[in-house]
Nanobody, 130 residues
Framework: QLRLVESGGGLAQAGGSLRLSCAAS????????IAWFRQAPGKEREEGVS?????????KYADSVKGRSTISRDNAKNTVFLQMNSLKPEDTAVYYC??????????????????????WGQGTQVTVSS
């Protein structure tokens, strides 16, 4: 069983940066594609933010964070990171990491669909003040 734990959230000012971490235990993360989702206050559905394949060779970004965020992974440490720069108040949300075994052709198209993922962390709160 794969267990995911997010950390690194907190309060930041607009224009600032945060680095979120998703630490895995239970299984080796190298076989899993990892995505970051976020759920903003008052919204029911999570928004796909970014995704990375098991090898790290494929990355995806939502338009809302493209150019401001970088997803990376350290499989030796069983951890995936999301570096977020130039933060905006609209980035305020609970951020979740999610995992699915293998980066498939389906995930290439549907990486931002929460239904594609089998494992989820508990989330970390990011609050950006203006």
């Amino acid at each position: 069983q794969l267990r995911l734990v997010e950390s690194g959230g907190g309060l930041a000012q607009a224009g600032g940066s945060l680095r979120l971490s998703c630490a895995a235990s239970g299984l080796s993360l190298q076989y899993y594609a990892i995505a970051w989702f976020r759920q903003a206050p008052g919204k029911e559905r999570e928004e796909g933010v970014s995704c990375i394949s098991g090898s790290g060779g494929i990355t995806k970004y939502a338009d809302s964070v493209k150019g401001r965020s970088t997803i990376s992974r350290d499989n030796a440490k069983n951890t995936v990171f999301l570096q977020m720069n130039s933060l905006k108040p609209e980035d305020t949300a609970v951020y979740y990491c999610a995992a699915v075994r293998h980066y498939s052709g389906t995930l290439e198209l549907l990486w931002a669909d929460p239904e594609q993922y089998d494992y989820w962390g508990q989330g970390t709160q990011v609050t950006v003040s203006s």
